[in-house]
Nanobody, 123 residues
Framework: QVQLVESGGGLVQAGGSLNLSCVAS????????TAWFRQAPGKEREFVAS????????SYADSVKGRFAISKDFAENSATLQMNSLKPEDKAVYYC????????????????WGQGTQVTVSS
């Protein structure tokens, strides 16, 4: 059993930065691939970024490539999403999730999810 808890969301002006954290309990995140998804009001949940079990490989949605960075902190048993140059269209609830597979962007392949953290970007 794994529990994931996100934090770090908030309100920021366009062009600003936020750092989201996803802390795991129950099992070490190093055992799994970890991803961030987001869901804006009225839209489907979409893939944002993922990293493999040791953080050596990463993948990003085209919409965030070059602005967001995903990483793992093994000491804290957490995964982070550094978000720079934020845009109003980045506004969403951000979720972290884990999977036994790396390289998948399919929501159904992720078996544990956090409760989400709200990110709001003002123009």
């Amino acid at each position: 059993q794994v529990q994931l808890v996100e934090s770090g969301g908030g309100l920021v002006q366009a062009g600003g930065s936020l750092n989201l954290s996803c802390v795991a309990s129950g099992r070490a995140l190093v055992m799994y691939s970890t991803a961030w998804f987001r869901q804006a009001p009225g839209k489907e949940r979409e893939f944002v970024a993922s990293t493999n079990w040791n953080g050596a490989s990463t993948s990003y949605a085209d919409s965030v490539k070059g602005r967001f960075a995903i990483s793992k902190d093994f000491a804290e048993n957490s995964a982070t999403l550094q978000m720079n140059s934020l845009k109003p269209e980045d506004k969403a609830v951000y979720y972290c999730a884990k999977s036994r597979l790396y390289g998948t962007r399919a929501i159904g392949q992720y078996d544990y999810w956090g409760q989400g953290t709200q990110v709001t970007v003002s123009s």
